[in-house]
């Protein structure tokens, strides 16, 4: 059974990788990530794939995104895994991101990001 508590503690993990993501803030986004995580998603037409250190090296490279927003979209829970779903929009694109987390001994910590532009609604 999932308790009102892990969908408590995703949100704040999630809320990590927001704030880190909002301020430049490596030291933020570390709190939200598995030391194994991996990402896999698409810039344009490239697809990009690499460990965890590659988001906190790209983050530690760029300023603090102008116009930065994101929304938590869904959280969804099976045990001790989860997905969650988020619209962000940073430096002039938007992008769906979709998270995988996993808990361990009690912590939630996500273990893959991945992300495509948002579909255009025509």
Known sequence: MNHP???TSIREVIGYYIEGMRSA???ILEKAFHEQAILCGYLGDELITAPIAGLYDWVASQ???EGFACE???V???GRVATATIRETSHGETVLDHFHLLKVAHRWSIV???WDSEPSVP
Request: hydrophobic share 55%; glycine share 0%; aromatic share 0%.
């Open 25 to 27: 803030n490596v030291a």
């Open 112 to 114: 893959s990001k991945l």
């Open 76 to 78: 969804v829970i099976t």
């Open 72 to 74: 938590v979209l869904a």
């Open 5 to 7: 508590a892990d969908d």
């Open 63 to 65: 300023p603090a995104p």
